[in-house]
């Protein structure tokens, strides 16, 4: 069976012909996630993403998974979960009648055992609103084991989402886990009590607290305005994108930011964040992820309604080899390397049919990444993306967050006190330096 939603997952999943022989009815009611998945990727049994055989999915809310680790502070992937519930707060850019989430085990050394899950809009800290909370299925059961290297998605929940609403999702995972895939810098806090609480309004029982996420990968939704619609915009790139610098659970990253100047302007739209703090073009790291040229193809070319890429990365592949915070320095990248790096994304991007907005490098001076050699560097990959075409379009966010009497430092009233991260504010200015026509 050819169809575009196995088409865009084409990279990720393996129905196995036996599932799909059985899956029609359901199909058609809730575009049910097959429960036969394979080591390698997601499962959809959703007939169409375009809305011509099924419900038109689109991508709400989104964050990248990475592999256990613990370099900037302590969290809970290494040793996973053990009779644990896990309650997560996200905030989704664009609305819908209904929603379902995925779940990943991407990098996870044992298959994974959801035992129940819930949805809810968002009350405060961990409570839910009463009355809204959905029991989620997977192909109509509430348990569901995710192997090794899998990712899933749950069946529709008929909960009306709107855009920039907050949703909390609640995992119970009764047994032990084994350590977690997750993504380590959320900006936001995420909750854990012991025993199953997956449906508990009141939040009394989460004691404790961590600022990642854990299996949850993404959230999608259907129904509402612009079901057919493909317009979705993905963010992607290192800890700038990721939303380091910004205030804690206030949604002030860069992409957050965008979203709501393209609400504000009548023009509303998915944004979703794939950054992840750290991350490299070329290189691989323990500590950050896989590089952009590996994880950009399960990331951003499987996310369903989305029509343009931000692609903004680099400066971590330039200043990785100069110093060994929080791990070793990585192997040294030339502006040459930096740049075939670019291409390829870019040429995936155009292969499936969507716009690659280019992304100047914002300023290091004063940070752990200023040197001379460095620098060097920063301004021929600057110059390149400002020059040579390779784009649909660029942001000159080099220059929107850059000192004027200074343009090697980023203006002090937008640093977030490192010399390379911005603040809420500065984050505000990087959004504003969109061209929303070229989105």
Known sequence: M?????????TLALVTTAALALAPAALADTARTDSALSATGRTDSAL???????????????ASPQSPTAPLGPNWSQQGFDNHTVRQVVRVTTGGSRARIELTNRY????????????????????IRPG??????????????????????????NLPVEAFGSLTVTLYLAGGTGPATFHHFASATSYRATGDHRADPAGAAFTETSASWY??????????????????????????????????????????????RLAAAGRPRAVLNHG??????????????????????????????????????GINDIGGSTVDFPAAPTPDVSV???????????????AKG?????????????????TPANEAKRDAFNDWVRTSGAYDAIVDLDRAVADPSDPDRILPAYDSGDGLHPNDAGYTAMAQAMDLDEL
Request: net charge neutral.
């Open 2 to 10: 050819h169809t575009s939603n196995s088409l865009r997952r084409a």
């Open 48 to 62: 169409s993403a375009t809305g011509h055989h099924g419900p038109a999915w689109r991508a709400a809310w989104a």
């Open 108 to 127: 996870g050394s044992t298959p994974l055992r959801i035992t129940g899950a819930t949805v809810a809009r968002t009350a405060e800290g961990s409570a």
């Open 132 to 157: 809204s909370v959905r029991h989620l299925r997977f192909d109509g059961r509430p348990s569901v084991t995710i192997p090794v290297g899998g990712t899933l998605l749950s069946d529709a929940a």
């Open 215 to 260: 299996y949850l990968s993404g959230v999608e939704v259907t129904g509402g305005h612009g079901t057919a619609r493909r317009n979705g915009v993905v963010t992607f790139g290192d800890s700038i994108t990721d939303g380091v610098g910004s205030t804690q659970d206030a949604d002030h990253r860069y992409p957050d930011e965008l979203a709501e």
């Open 276 to 313: 992840i703090a750290g991350n490299q073009v070329v290189n691989d790291t323990t500590w950050a992820g896989e590089k952009a040229l590996t994880r950009f193809r399960q990331d951003v070319l499987t996310e369903p309604g989305v029509r343009t890429v931000v692609l903004f990365e």
């Open 336 to 350: 040459d390397r930096l740049i075939a790096g670019h291409r390829t994304l870019i040429r995936e991007a155009h």
């Open 354 to 370: 969507l716009k690659v907005i280019g992304a100047t490098l914002t300023p290091v001076k004063g940070s752990f990444y200023d």
